[in-house]
């Protein structure tokens, strides 16, 4: 079994720290108010205590949710049961590698794309220097599946045509 890690971009990693962050401030203003006022302050304790809980659950499950995209985004090729597993933080899928039809690598958008036999495709978002190992892969279970490469430089043959 090979993992490859998402690759996410130094935004999303200064989103989800912004996230993270603001969810601790969050759970920590909460407790202080829970520790400070109490349930003196309101005339129906009922709301106050489903607003605490509701932002100490809010809090937690953004926590929760935010790390687990850092933890748990990846790639898996299962040689053993030939899929490829994709995860996505809680959101996980699988995807037959018999059903695989193409691989592509665009060098022009810099893009790895797996084409299935019902036209279905997906976009793999792992660093650029493991998309051969990616591809390797997936071969080494099924040998079937083409692999192309689209380069960055043309033939020359379309320059001049016109539709």
Known sequence: MKTFKYKFTKLIYALIGVGMAASI????????????????????????????????????ALFAILLSLLISSYYEVDKKNKVIK??????????????IDVITLDRTTNKLT??????????????????????????????????????????GDDNGKKS
């Open 25 to 60: 401030v969050v759970f920590a203003i909460t407790l202080w108010q829970v520790i400070e006022f109490g349930l003196e302050s309101s005339a129906v304790p009922t709301f106050t205590i489903i607003r605490y809980a509701l932002m100490f659950i809010v809090s937690v």
């Open 86 to 99: 994709t995860s996505f933080g809680f959101i996980k899928s699988r995807y037959e590698i018999d059903k």
């Open 114 to 155: 797996v084409v299935f036999e019902d036209e279905n495709f997906v976009v793999i978002v792992v660093k650029d220097a493991w998309y051969e190992d990616f591809v390797q892969a997936i071969l080494d279970v099924n040998p079937k599946i083409e692999y192309s490469i689209k380069s960055k430089t043309g033939t």
